[in-house]
């Protein structure tokens, strides 16, 4: 029996599609640097790319966890040759980092998710579990949620059970009080589960199960999301 008091969710393609928006926002934040330069950076292609970040995370495994690190990382690579001044070189850094960001904000929520979570709230506590660096303050949902732990809080990311034993310290429940929410089969629901929470699989793009456990609940659209997190919820009280 689990007598839910807690959701806990996860943001990035749980709550809206994140792929397109960052590749946006790495192309208009390539741009913005290069206006901002005066010329023309060698960005390379996809290949250096990763050689690079695969590069910065072997010197630097906190940059694993933390990806503003990682993209501020990434951006100092970058830039490095352009300049003589580390100063100058920090200020662009900086600026072209606060635009990347305002442009990953730039998210089109899946239809229904606003009115779930304001049916939730109205029940439950809600908390985000999230590796990424979303901000639902830069999105004005704030107000639904008691708490938000990024990997940036705990040093660590899902699926290591730092966002989950946060979530507990910080709501004083039991695993068996809480259930979490997300698209993740590795992050979110074996991490989840393996942190001794209940879960359930947001998986609208009809992906297989691809791990040996037991297939999660799972749900695929935030129309009458919350009846139909409720209703799962009033099972596991019953079983």
């Not at 040996?212 to 695929?220: N, R, V, W």
Request: net charge negative; glycine share 6%; aromatic share 12%.
């Amino acid at each position: 029996m689990s007598n839910i008091k807690l959701i806990t969710f996860d943001l990035d393609d749980t709550f809206w599609e994140i792929g397109p928006v960052i590749i946006k926002a790495e192309i208009k934040t390539r741009e913005y640097i290069d206006s901002s330069l005066g010329e023309k950076i060698n960005w390379g292609n996809m290949d250096e790319y990763l050689a690079i970040r695969k590069s910065l995370i072997t010197e630097n495994p906190a940059m694993t966890y933390d990806l503003t690190l990682l993209r501020k990382g990434m951006m100092n690579h970058y830039l490095t040759p352009y300049f003589t001044s580390e100063s100058a070189k920090n200020d662009l850094l900086d600026a072209a980092f606060d635009f990347f960001l305002a442009e990953r904000h730039k998210v089109s929520f899946y239809e229904g998710v606003k009115d779930t979570l304001g049916e939730l709230a109205k029940a439950y506590s809600l908390g985000i579990l999230t590796n990424g660096n979303a901000d639902m303050k830069k999105l004005g949902m704030e107000s639904y949620f008691d708490f938000s732990i990024s990997s940036e809080d705990v040093k660590s990311a899902k699926p290591e059970p730092g966002h989950f034993e946060k979530a507990l310290e910080i709501s004083t429940l039991e695993p068996a009080n809480v259930l979490h929410i997300g698209d993740h089969q590795l992050c979110d629901m074996i991490g989840g589960m393996q942190s001794g929470f209940n879960v359930m699989w947001f998986n609208n793009k009809d992906m297989l199960w691809e791990y040996s456990t037991p297939k999660p609940e799972e749900f695929s659209t935030w129309k009458n999301g919350a009846k139909i997190i409720n209703s799962y919820i009033e099972r596991l009280k019953n079983e």
